[in-house]
């Protein structure tokens, strides 16, 4: 049976949070936007995914850039600054009581329309900004056996259609690979770029060990992803080989190891692609030292954003 790396072991406490919406804090029965939304209507806005440890939220300045740069991309005016936004963030974490194994979904949409269509022109007042913290973890055992992928034929498609980069509420097409996993028997889809080699996965970005060197996509079609980025810096502080490069799905067949990465789950190793399995054991030798280096990480982070936190007035 396939399952998500996304899964988790419910948390009876999430009945009871309280979520951030356009200033207020709403139970959850409460946190309601409009039908009027654009992201409701169209899926017009930009979001982020955030991991808390320690009572920080991990990499926090990244995701902001990466948030601020794409509502500026498509012209849409947060109404916060960098500060705010945090600031918010934090209150939310702490009306929730909440300070490790949470997930943040921050979400940001153009506002509300006066009438459901796309021009942003008939778009009425502020964005809409919501908060959504949840007691959260990567099951263990799913990260433990590794993901099952298969290729589908849904590509990461060229910039002047839609961008990769921007991390959009649009994500039709990222959903429709899933689909095409999921009735396939697989975990996660495995994405070509528009020329055949291998760009990312559906919710996670991809890489393979040949030779003691790791690989990912050449990243041209596909999301800026944080913690793609801290992998290829653990490598780099590391001495580990790593480019950033096209391949090919035969290259992946040959591999010896194969991981994905992503914010709610960290390293993950692949145990198949396409039913051709790696040599090494799940997890292998280099994602073992992959997940302790992004550990190490993770708690040089956290102990940097609570410096930065508590010298603030």
Same mark, same amino acid.
């Given at each position: 049976?396939?399952?998500?790396?996304?899964?988790?072991? $419910?948390?009876?406490?999430?009945?009871?949070?309280?979520?951030? *919406?356009?200033?207020?804090?709403?139970?959850?029965? %409460?946190?309601? &936007?409009? &039908?009027? $939304?654009?992201?409701?209507?169209?899926?017009?806005?930009?979001? %982020?995914?955030?991991?808390?440890?320690?009572?920080?939220?991990? #990499?926090?300045?990244?995701?902001?850039?990466?948030?601020?740069?794409?509502?500026?991309?498509?012209?849409?005016?947060?109404?916060?600054?960098?500060? %705010?936004?945090?600031?918010?963030?934090? $209150?939310?974490?702490?009306?929730?009581?909440?300070?490790?194994?949470?997930?943040?979904?921050?979400? +940001?949409?153009?506002?509300?329309?006066?009438?459901?269509?796309?021009?942003?022109?008939?778009?009425?007042?502020?964005?809409?900004?919501?908060?959504?913290?949840? @007691?959260?973890?990567?099951?263990?055992?799913?990260?433990?056996?590794?993901?099952?992928? @298969?290729?589908?034929?849904?590509?990461?498609?060229?910039?002047?259609?839609?961008?990769?980069?921007?991390?959009?509420?649009?994500?039709?097409?990222?959903?429709?690979?899933?689909?095409?996993?999921?009735?396939?028997?697989? $975990?996660?889809?495995?994405?070509?770029?528009?020329?055949? #080699?291998?760009?990312?996965?559906?919710?996670?970005? @991809?890489?393979?060990?040949?030779?003691?060197?790791?690989?990912?996509?050449?990243?041209?079609?596909?999301?800026?992803?944080?913690?793609?980025?801290?992998?290829?810096?653990?490598?780099?502080?590391?001495?580990?080989? *790593?480019?950033?490069?096209?391949?090919?799905?035969?290259? +992946?067949?040959?591999?010896?190891?194969? #991981?994905?990465?992503?914010? @709610?789950?960290?390293?993950?190793?692949?145990?198949?692609?396409?039913?051709?399995? #790696?040599?090494?054991?799940?997890?292998?030798?280099? &994602?073992?030292?992959?997940?302790?280096?992004?550990?190490?990480?993770?708690?040089?982070?956290?102990?940097?954003?609570?410096?930065?936190?508590?010298?603030?007035?």
């Amino acid at each position: 049976m396939s399952q998500s790396i996304h899964d988790f072991h $419910d948390d009876p406490r999430n009945a009871n949070i309280l979520i951030w *919406v356009n200033g207020q804090l709403k139970p959850r029965a %409460e946190a309601t &936007v409009s &039908v009027f $939304d654009s992201g409701f209507v169209l899926g017009d806005g930009v979001w %982020e995914g955030l991991r808390v440890v320690a009572g920080q939220p991990l #990499f926090l300045a990244a995701h902001l850039d990466r948030l601020y740069e794409g509502a500026k991309a498509i012209a849409l005016n947060i109404g916060l600054s960098r500060a %705010e936004l945090t600031q918010a963030i934090r $209150d939310t974490l702490a009306a929730n009581q909440m300070h490790d194994g949470v997930h943040i979904r921050l979400m +940001v949409s153009r506002g509300m329309k006066r009438t459901p269509y796309q021009d942003p022109r008939v778009t009425v007042g502020p964005a809409t900004i919501v908060i959504l913290p949840e @007691f959260k973890l990567a099951k263990p055992e799913t990260v433990q056996a590794g993901l099952k992928l @298969f290729t589908v034929h849904v590509r990461r498609g060229f910039p002047d259609v839609q961008d990769p980069k921007l991390n959009s509420h649009s994500k039709l097409n990222c959903i429709t690979a899933c689909i095409q996993a999921i009735e396939a028997g697989a $975990d996660e889809a495995l994405m070509l770029d528009p020329h055949g #080699f291998v760009a990312t996965c559906n919710s996670t970005h @991809f890489f393979i060990v040949r030779k003691g060197e790791v690989w990912t996509s050449s990243g041209d079609y596909c999301l800026g992803g944080i913690t793609r980025s801290n992998v290829i810096q653990v490598c780099r502080e590391a001495g580990i080989p *790593v480019f950033e490069k096209n391949f090919s799905l035969t290259q +992946v067949y040959s591999a010896d190891e194969a #991981f994905c990465t992503g914010t @709610f789950a960290g390293v993950v190793p692949v145990r198949s692609v396409d039913g051709r399995h #790696f040599d090494e054991a799940v997890p292998g030798p280099m &994602v073992l030292r992959l997940q302790a280096l992004y550990r190490e990480l993770v708690s040089r982070d956290v102990a940097a954003t609570a410096a930065i936190a508590g010298a603030q007035p």
